[in-house]
């Protein structure tokens, strides 16, 4: 039975309510019919409210509880019974107990595949142990690397007369130190410079080893240099020749203890300077000059076995330099060996193979004297491939400033030669006492991809890098005539082949491999790393070539590269 409606205080009348589905149309009549008192309370309007939203579109209505919802709830409110009854929801998964999982797991199946699975990983195991081990004693075995020294990783660069290799603004120490970055693209690991020392023509007494020349610097500017040159990476070697002025650069004879004290004293401040090597030539002059240089190597080599001796000689004479070469171990010898040829391939391959069979395990410097230019002994149109051969000889290449461009001595007539001008631009082309066009200049073939200068910067960079170039061995093949080629190489490391053509005519290479050491053979193919015809250079660089039809054009070197393969 309904309940009536109930009287309130105020005299308004309230509507219980209802289910959304009992709100129908006679309802809202009913509703709207009460209240003739003509106020309606704020509980009526709320109630109201509701009604009207019942007559919204379905569509626009909020969600309705469902049928037979328990009265007094809102539209728009859902209630989500959850079923309490387990059997209600669906059976729910709660695993195994521990009891269960230890029953199963020491179960008779479990424990053999335990088993089994346990045996298989060991078994594995010990196979990929076994096959490391395999791979490990059948490769090829790595050869020791040789002690390495900073000479022996790269060129060294010779400065002897520092105000022609300035220009004609000069400025002394402290100009060469503005021209270390130069250096540095050049790839080279020490500068051999001066001499620099206070030196009075033919006077002992005014010849003082430990003291700079005051017209080229102070003590100060020359150990600013060498700060900055080591933080290039670039080791300074000073030349002590005594009497580098005078007639007798040893001074004479009778003089020699006094020589000798002088420059045991300079050898021991220049090293506590911090000085890398020195360098002393014409010690073919010198009157027992294996005792005095064995002396003079202790000095260095006590100090520190990273700092170097270098003497020089102008004889060309296998015999002669064999025997200062005997007195010192790790002596670095510069001489006029190689000017002494015809300049044909036969003759410099005679010359080079001589002196290594000569020179057995010692260390080798290559030059083609002990200060001049290159120029001076070598023919313009070979002085590419003498580049190429210093730089793949094994040993380490000397080269004098101006040798990177082809500079020419001066001399005119009836004086002697002078040292000449470094060509830095178009404005020490002036100062020439002969004709220098611009690409003789280093900017200019700093701006040409195929001079001498890029050639040089090319070398010194592979030659510093590849451990064949480095310490490889050296084996020298048989060719055709007029030609010299050889094969550079270090345990798997790249292979390298340089041929040389001394002729001027093209000739075919025809090259011979029966001089190469077993297991090792030259390959169908090289791939060309340089060569010194510019042509070839620009069009063919990293092109393969066939090592059975290998041509070369007149006075052309080639360095070409293959892998190793075992």
Request: aromatic fraction near 8%.
């Amino acid at each position: 039975m309904d309940a009536g409606p109930t009287e309130h205080p105020t005299g308004g009348v309230s509507v219980p309510r209802q289910p959304p589905s009992a709100q129908t149309g006679p309802d809202v009549q009913a509703v709207s019919a009460a209240g003739d008192s003509g106020t309606m309370s704020q509980d009526t309007e709320v109630d109201m409210k509701e009604v009207e939203l019942n007559e919204i579109e379905p569509e626009k209505q909020p969600m309705n509880a469902a049928d037979g919802a328990a009265a007094g709830e809102k539209n728009g409110l859902v209630k989500i019974k959850v079923a309490e009854d387990e059997g209600e929801a669906g059976a729910k998964f709660t695993g195994l107990s521990k009891e269960e999982l230890l029953k199963v797991a020491g179960s008779p199946g479990w424990v053999r595949t335990r088993w089994a699975l346990l045996l298989l990983f060991w078994l594995g195991w010990l196979g990929m142990l076994a096959g490391a081990v395999v791979i490990i004693v059948r490769a090829p075995r790595c050869r020791e690397l040789p002690v390495q020294r900073w000479w022996h990783e790269g060129a060294l660069y010779r400065v002897g007369d520092i105000q022609a290799f300035l220009g004609p603004e000069a400025g002394g120490i402290v100009g060469l130190k503005k021209h270390l970055e130069y250096l540095s693209t050049l790839k080279v690991k020490g500068l051999v410079l001066g001499p620099i020392h206070k030196n009075q023509k033919d006077e002992i007494n005014g010849t003082d080893l430990k003291q700079i020349d005051p017209t080229l610097g102070s003590q100060e500017n020359f150990k600013d240099l060498l700060q900055c040159a080591k933080k290039k990476s670039i080791h300074i070697i000073l030349d002590l020749t005594p009497n580098y002025r005078g007639q007798n650069t040893w001074f004479l004879p009778a003089q020699a203890d006094i020589v000798a004290t002088k420059m045991k004293e300079a050898l021991s401040s220049w090293l506590q300077d911090g000085v890398d090597g020195f360098q002393v030539r014409d010690v073919e002059k010198l009157k027992d000059s294996s005792l005095y240089l064995a002396e003079w190597q202790n000095i260095t080599k006590n100090f520190s076995e990273d700092r170097l001796l270098i003497a020089g000689t102008e004889s060309s004479d296998l015999q002669q330099i064999l025997s200062i070469l005997e007195s010192t171990k790790d002596l670095l010898l510069t001489s006029s060996y190689l000017s002494n040829s015809s300049f044909t391939g036969e003759d410099t391959e005679f010359l080079v193979t001589r002196y290594l069979n000569a020179t057995g395990s010692h260390w080798c410097t290559w030059s083609v004297s002990q200060a001049g230019l290159m120029t001076t002994f070598v023919p313009a149109q070979l002085l590419r491939l003498y580049q190429l051969l210093l730089f793949t000889l094994p040993g380490t290449p000397v080269f004098s400033y101006g040798d990177e461009i082809g500079l020419q001595a001066t001399a005119l007539p009836g004086q002697p030669v002078e040292a000449p001008f470094m060509p830095w631009d178009e404005t020490s082309i002036s100062h020439s006492p002969r004709p220098v066009s611009s690409n003789m200049t280093v900017k200019g073939q700093e701006e040409d991809s195929g001079s001498l200068l890029t050639q040089f910067r090319r070398l010194g960079d592979l030659r510093g890098k590849e451990r064949s170039l480095l310490h490889g061995d050296f084996h020298a093949l048989t060719s055709s005539s007029g030609l010299f080629a050889y094969i550079r190489h270090w345990d798997q490391n790249e292979r390298y082949l340089v041929v040389l053509n001394f002729q001027d005519v093209a000739v075919s290479a025809r090259l011979g491999s029966s001089s190469l050491p077993d297991g090792m053979n030259l390959p169908v193919s090289a791939d060309l790393f340089l060569s010194t015809n510019s042509a070839r250079q620009s069009h063919e660089e990293d092109a393969s070539l066939n090592l059975e039809n290998l041509s070369l054009n007149p006075h052309e070197g080639l360095l070409l590269q293959f892998p190793y393969v075992a």
